[in-house]
């Protein structure tokens, strides 16, 4: 019988539902609002059977047209893949239940395909290990996310569309110009394969390549000064799509720059060159979100301050950094998504993204504005939710390297965390303690928002107090990381 | 002005720092190294005669599922910009065809453009092509089509249909590669057959087909969309 | 045994939850709740009196064991926090009444429950990183509790946050060095890693610590948001503030300077005055001016709420002047006087929020001759009053004189002339106190005014007498500060139930003597005064002003500006705001940022590009220069 | 080498475009650039000299003479991304004209900070 723990199903099914999005408008429109959901609850299965083969042999690798790696394209799904793929799944299947009550705009089966197609396209930028197939699924997920950012068709969201369009659109072929200085240095498009053959390059040839590689992933992964365009298209795309960009999919950008700069290009000058950006990006976005009026800017430049957090983390180039990192994205995946889907549904109801209007909003619409808090606090890194033991983790790695450097950096994060708290603080009292000036109809979300919001949130609140198998689960794919299990294994394995 | 100096200096930087990378890897030098592989093995395990074809189909087949699903993300994304609604798509009915010539030129040359399509996505194991330029080349009849009877309509559920239908069957075929015992996304699980004939290399030309299906729909789409927005909504703000 | 440890720390949690679930029910079933287990958690607390247990693990994170602790002095922090939140929750529930929106209610009674616990916790903690988490949840949980609706009280809870997360984010780079030492957190590793650590790095972890318990603990230059958050929050919070919350300031510096690093140890690595370690030194100087400017600042308010909040600024002040002094009379006297400071500004803040309750307003000059509708709450104003100047028999008067011996013991004359003047100081801002609020001239519309109800009473009534209690027994907190100082290494104080006995080196006090003869000499006084009427009793307004008669709506007494005079004396003093200094600096950084901003984020498509021409140039540029940019 | 130097030209050019042209269709056209200079790069990396087209249309053609394939199939896929993305490129300076009624991106800026 089939294998079901296969990583290419992760990508194939949701595929597969695309196009039977495609296929049943012609017969049913309603059709198209539940396939998604099916499709992600499918991968979260995947998903999960992967779980037991993956700490078995702490990688699995799937081929592809029955030929070995090197000539072939291959799928591999090691711990910090899975710990994504993961991640991207639940998201996906949350959210699609969330757009079933979201969405009532025209032609929503385009809507539901392409989103489905934003998910797949992040699931296969997370687990391929090839060059040029990161590539095409780099340009799956932005072709997927142009559309669905313009998808109101009003004046910011076709202008934010566009700019999206064309930032993403230099970068896919910078990136392209990046892939391609490898393959013409190795012939080959592997990732593993070209780590192999590209080691006698030197450090200034490979910089070139690695420095284009990076601007055309740094677009998508809205690292400083690359990330204009993110500020503009989160606001404009509707929630639930806001919600797997800001959730996931800088995420996923930033996840492929790891994973590259950790195979390919492990060099220490380079962590120090990406540590600046990391910085920056931090430093940036929070201090752009205190200025914001319009909520989901201000959840949009914060999505910003997190992934320099995260690539902070990252560039620490230490296993406990890495731990950290990883932590911080689970912390700012689960919580921003969550983030995004209530600030939605309250958008739906209040009528309006400038945040006056959230006035008084925490007395009407109550089990909405509880998970917002959670969300809030869990970003600020306040105990006892999960954010506290990312941030712990991740300061605490830092100082491990005593220099003037980290100390500095830490200083950095700390006080970028005050101001993150600062218009976190601000939002929050306005809604709970702030009182309306005129009564307004505003009612509880409908169910069918809420219940996304409500599994996300308990997502939340059991990681936050029973955080020990993130934990750890994060450590061993930190440590895998930093021992370069994943080449090894995929040596022995794949048979490379 | 400075701003222009500037960014071409910029720019003759980022130039000159190519140019020093790509000296070390000149220009006619072969660089293959799976590339030879695919030269020396590429007939035998897969019997298609144009190895670029059996690249882009089999070895590296699940690029070319990433890049049908970007361009039907594409023509989504453009369904969904330029979505107009049911009543306003009438008007088109009203619009009247431009020039007797382009009428009849295009009514007779519309099949054989058809035909040409049709025979470059079959033969793409063979000789140049595939999929894709033959799905363009149907697609580009369509638009003569369009030029010549601005009133005609395709039938979008039918075309969503067809796209949806040529997705499927690349992606079923290509799940049936898991039940092989290679168990392995798009394994070629038909027989190669004889080099050079049409019922060749097992499972390329099919999926070929269902691309060169699949992309003539897409571009038909496309096409369909922008002259919707052309002429149903010309002049609106 | 070692479970209950646990059990104590998830009583108020645990009691929080069910407060909500219990108020969707019915609101007494949700006071109930409240009282109860607040009254369980005391009762547990009780249970660890004068017992000591190291390290009980109940976690551990990445690889730092989590342990909880108890030990003598913990437990004195625990008698505060518990005894005092009880009270202010049987305070509350009358208090609370005046909210009509019940959901606010249940979370007013959820925050307070989940502040307590998260006292308790840190209290009860046994490594950094356990203080560190109950630290923050305490801030989070604390700024729900003093902002409950209002401008006003929006901004002072928003100032208190964000101050208190900057002093927990110094905090935690300490932790943070602290962990990259020893890679764990219990307190006995850290002292231990401490004591062979160099110099340098002793002093930023104990500076950075230091800096985040100062913001708790309202040390000036760090206490501008404590007057603000004290007088906003509503009345029965404010005691639990004032009495409670800034002592587990005091509590980290007292862990910190004694339990991580010993007095040797500090004296070792850095120069002394007065043979004290010149950061003590500091902290004592520090702790000297608070006391003083915060008392001038107390003498100058209209806002009753505002004048005890200063107050306690000033009050700290002496808790953390006799913690640094490091010898034991000091640090027993600063422990004993933040037990003190608890009981009566806690009693002065509901015996305020009694009148609040009443009149509902808390401005003095719109009050006052409340004497003859609210006599309790007036006694007990007074006892309160006569504590927090340090007056005896009652309480204050002998932790302050601890903390006096102390400073002359080291013969540190400056800091014992300011400690003298906040004293003084004290003596005219309770008067005011007590003058606008209950003396003087009743105004007409609180001719009605009823004393408050009995359960707003009896927490008011348990604090007054325990001011006396402690007064004339100490030797009943010396008890427990005395054998909790045994372990962190310090000589033992000879005392006993009345005071200190003759003979030792420590001088000597006995409250009873004291008191006897003030009661005497008050007899005395009363008597004649009783016998030998001088005087004349006259009707309030059986008086004149300018040749016209008097009518109640005329205000004849001063209650606007009381001090009007001696404020112009201290007028350059008061003018030198260090919350100026502040704002200066967050305005420039808000106006860096609002430019800066402006100036990336155009909203031009060219400039986008052109940073990733930018970005990628650089990149060239090094390439170019043959990989050396940095 | 002057396959190399074109692509570097057309990618400078289209860079060029996208910074300094204030027209939509003009940036779209750069972006074109950019991908087409990027296409003539990838084919030109495949090149072997005196190679032919990697098709074996007869029996007995000599593998070793050809030129690489892969290149030319990463060409093939690159060509349709890059027509995709045009495509909604074309379709958003559409709308955008409707919007705001200018092509100039100057004006274009109702986002901003």
């Known amino acids: ?496 | ?237 | ?630 | 080498m002057s396959y190399y130097l074109g692509s570097f030209l057309l990618i400078a050019i289209g860079l060029y475009t996208v910074i300094i042209k204030k027209n939509l269709i003009k940036i779209v056209i750069g972006l074109n650039f950019i991908a087409s200079g990027v296409n003539l790069l990838i084919v030109s990396i495949g090149y072997v000299k005196n190679g032919t087209a990697p098709i074996f249309s007869k029996i007995g053609i000599n593998p070793s003479a050809m030129v690489d394939p892969i290149p030319q199939a990463l060409t093939l896929t690159a060509i349709v991304i890059d027509a995709s993305e045009l495509a909604l490129a074309v379709a958003f300076v559409v709308l955008l004209y409707r919007h705001y009624g200018t092509l100039d991106i100057k004006k274009i800026r109702s986002l901003k900070w």
């Not at chain 3, 004290?230 to 007292?254: C, D, N, Q, R």
């Not at chain 3, 806690?346 to 509708?373: D, H, P």
């Open chain 3, 1 to 630: 045994m070692n479970m209950s440890l646990e059990l104590l720390l998830a009583t108020p949690f645990i009691g929080g939850l069910l407060t909500y679930i219990g108020g969707k029910v019915h609101r007494w079933v949700r006071n109930l709740i409240a009282v109860l287990f607040s009254l369980a958690t005391v009762g547990e607390m009780a249970m660890y009196y004068n017992t000591t247990f190291k390290g009980v693990v109940w976690g551990s994170l990445f690889g730092s064991n989590l342990v909880l602790q108890t030990n003598p002095i913990t437990w004195l922090f625990l008698f505060i926090v518990t005894a005092i939140s009880l009270l202010v929750i049987v305070f509350s529930i009358d208090d609370m009444k005046k909210e009509e929106d019940e959901i606010v209610l249940d979370s007013y009674y959820m925050q307070l429950l989940f502040v307590e616990g998260a006292m308790v916790g840190i209290v009860l903690a046994g490594d950094l990183i356990t203080f560190f988490m109950f630290w923050e949840i305490m801030s989070w949980t604390s700024y729900f509790l003093i902002v409950h609706g209002g401008k006003k009280s929006m901004a002072a809870g928003y100032k208190y946050i964000i101050m208190s997360v900057i002093g927990a984010y110094a905090m935690f780079i300490a932790i943070a060095m602290l962990y990259a030492k020893t890679h764990s957190l219990v307190y006995s590793d850290v002292a231990l890693a401490l004591s062979q650590a160099s110099p340098s790095f002793i002093i930023w972890t104990v500076v950075l610590l230091s800096v985040g318990f100062f913001v708790k603990a309202a040390v000036m230059p760090l206490h501008t948001w404590l007057p603000d958050a004290h007088s906003e929050a509503p009345s029965p919070v404010s005691p639990l503030l004032s009495g409670v919350l800034i002592k587990m300031g005091a509590y980290g510096l007292f862990i910190v300077f004694y339990g991580l690093l010993s007095v040797n140890l500090a004296k070792n690595i850095m120069p002394s005055v007065f043979s004290t370690p010149i950061l003590l030194y500091i902290i004592q100087w520090l702790a000297a001016l608070s006391i003083v400017l915060a008392t001038f600042l107390a003498i100058m308010q209209e806002d009753a709420k505002r004048l005890l909040a200063y107050s306690s600024v000033s009050q700290i002040g002496y808790v953390v002047l006799g913690l640094a002094t490091g010898t034991s009379l000091g640090v027993a006297g600063g422990l004993f006087h933040a037990l003190n400071h608890a009981i009566f500004k806690g009693l002065l803040f509901l015996a305020v929020g009694a009148v609040i309750y009443r009149t509902g307003t808390r401005n003095m000059s719109e009050l006052g001759g409340l004497v003859k509708k609210m006599p309790f709450t007036f006694t007990a104003l007074l006892l309160g009053i006569i504590a927090l100047a340090g007056v005896p028999p009652l309480n204050g008067f002998v932790s302050k004189w601890m903390i006096y011996e102390a400073l002359i013991q080291k013969k540190e004359v400056f800091l014992l002339i300011m400690a003298f003047v906040g004293s003084t100081g004290a003596f005219l801002y309770v008067y005011r106190l007590i003058h606008s609020l209950f003396l003087g001239q009743l105004p007409e519309k609180y001719e009605n005014v009823k004393d408050v109800p009995i359960l707003m009473q009896i927490p008011i009534w348990i604090l007054a007498l325990s001011t006396i209690v402690y007064g004339i027994f100490p030797g009943l907190a010396m008890d427990v500060i005395v054998k909790g100082m045994k372990l962190f290494g310090f000589t033992p104080i000879a005392y006993n139930l009345f005071g200190f006995p003759e003979g030792t080196a420590m001088g000597s006090l006995t409250v009873i003597n004291i008191a006897a003869v003030l009661m005497t000499a008050f007899v005395a006084v009363f008597i004649i005064f009783i016998l030998f009427p001088k005087t004349r009793q006259v009707s309030q307004y059986d008086n004149y002003a300018s040749g016209q008669e008097l009518t109640p709506d005329f205000k004849y007494n001063y209650s606007f500006g009381f001090y009007m005079s001696f404020g112009r004396v201290i007028k350059p003093i008061l003018s030198m705001s260090i919350e100026r200094v502040y704002n200066y600096w967050i305005d420039a950084f808000k106006i860096f940022g609002d430019y800066y901003m402006r100036r990336i984020y155009t909203g031009n498509l060219e400039t986008y590009n052109s940073y990733i021409v930018i970005v990628v140039t650089i990149a060239a540029a090094a390439v170019l220069l043959g990989g050396k940019l940095w």
């Open chain 2, 1 to 237: 002005m400075i701003r222009k100096i500037v960014y071409s200096i910029f720019l003759a930087t980022i130039v000159l720092s190519l140019v020093m990378f790509f000296a070390a890897f000149p220009f006619g030098q072969n660089k293959m190294s799976v590339g030879e592989y695919y030269l020396n093995h590429g007939v035998a395990q897969t019997g298609a005669s144009n190895i670029v074809t059996s690249v882009v189909v089999d070895y590296r087949g699940f690029d070319t599922l990433g890049e049908v699903s970007v361009l039907f993300g594409a023509a989504a994304g453009v369904a969904i910009l330029f979505f107009v609604l049911g009543e306003n798509r009438r008007k088109r009915r009203e619009q009247v065809a431009p020039n007797f010539i382009v009428r009849v030129g295009s009514r007779i040359i519309f099949p054989f453009i058809l035909l040409f399509g049709t025979y470059i996505f079959i033969h793409g194991h063979l000789t140049p092509g595939g999929g894709f330029q033959g799905g363009a080349i149907i697609a580009s009849g369509f638009l003569l089509l369009y030029l010549a009877y601005p009133g005609t309509t395709v039938n979008r559920s039918r075309l969503s249909m067809v796209e949806g239908l040529a997705g499927i069957t690349f992606i079923v075929l290509g799940l049936y590669g898991l039940l092989m015992p290679e168990s392995s996304f798009l394994y070629n699980f038909l027989p190669k057959g004889e080099l050079n004939a049409l019922l060749s290399s097992g499972i390329l030309p099919i999926i070929y087909i269902a691309i060169g299906f699949k992309v003539a729909a897409e571009f038909a789409g496309i096409i369909d969309d922008m002259m919707c927005e052309v002429i149903c909504r010309g002049g609106e703000k």
């Open chain 1, 1 to 496: 019988m089939v294998n079901l723990a296969n990583p290419i199903l992760l990508i194939v099914i949701p595929l597969l539902f695309v196009f039977l999005i495609a296929f049943s408008s012609a017969f049913s429109k309603s059709a198209a609002k539940y396939l998604p959901i099916i499709a992600f609850g499918i991968n979260v299965v995947v998903a999960m059977l992967l779980v037991p083969e993956v700490l078995k042999n702490g990688l699995v690798l799937s081929t592809t047209a029955g030929f070995k790696p090197p000539i072939a394209i291959d799928m591999i799904v090691d711990k910090l893949a899975l710990f994504l793929v993961i991640i991207a799944s639940v998201l996906g299947f949350v959210v699609s239940i969330y757009n079933v009550a979201y969405i009532d705009e025209e032609p929503e089966e385009k809507f539901y395909a392409l989103f489905t197609l934003l998910i797949t396209g992040i699931i296969w930028m997370i687990i391929t290990g090839d060059l040029f197939n990161l590539f095409v699924a780099f340009e799956v997920t932005s072709i997927a996310a142009f559309g669905l950012v313009g998808f109101h068709r009003d004046k910011g969201s076709v202008e934010a569309g566009f700019k999206y369009l064309v930032m993403g659109a230099i970068g896919g072929s910078l990136l392209l110009v990046g892939i391609i200085m490898l393959y013409a240095a190795t012939g080959t498009l592997n990732i593993i394969d070209v780590a192999q053959k590209s080691a006698e390059l030197t450090f200034q040839q490979k910089f070139l390549a690695y420095a284009l590689i990076f601007v055309g992933l740094g677009i998508e992964g809205a690292l400083f000064p690359l990330n204009a365009w993110l500020p503009d298209a989160h606001p404009a795309a509707p929630s639930s799509v806001s919600s797997i960009l800001s959730g996931i999919m800088t995420t996923a950008a930033i996840y492929a720059i790891i994973r590259i700069t950790n195979i390919i290009f492990d060099y220490n000058q380079i962590y120090l060159f990406l540590m600046f950006f990391a910085l920056l990006t931090l430093i940036f976005g929070e201090i752009a979100a205190y200025y914001q009026k319009d909520i989901k800017r201000m959840l949009a430049y914060s999505t910003i301050g997190q992934t320099g957090l995260f690539f902070f983390a990252f560039t620490i180039h230490s296993t406990n950094g890495l731990q950290g990192a990883f932590l911080q994205i689970i912390n700012h995946s689960v919580s921003k998504s969550m983030l995004f889907l209530v600030v939605g549904a309250m958008i739906v109801q209040v009528g309006s993204r400038n945040i006056e209007d959230f006035v008084g909003l925490g007395r009407k619409m109550k089990v909405s504005s509880f998970f917002l808090a959670i969300g809030m606090f869990s970003l600020m890194g306040m105990p006892p939710f999960f954010g506290f033991w990312s941030k712990l983790k991740i300061i605490f790695a830092a100082l491990q390297h005593s220099n003037a450097l980290m100390i500095g950096s830490v200083v950095i994060i700390l006080l970028m965390s005050v101001v993150e708290g600062a218009y976190f603080f601000k939002l929050l009292q306005m809604m709970f303690f702030g009182k309306a000036e005129q009564d307004r109809e505003i009612k509880e979300a409908s169910f069918g928002m809420l219940v996304p919001v409500v599994i996300l949130g308990f997502i939340l609140l059991f990681i936050s107090f029973y955080p020990t198998p993130v934990l750890d689960f994060a450590h061993q794919a930190a440590s895998d990381l930093m021992n370069k299990n994943y080449i090894n294994l995929a040596l022995k394995l794949g048979g490379l």
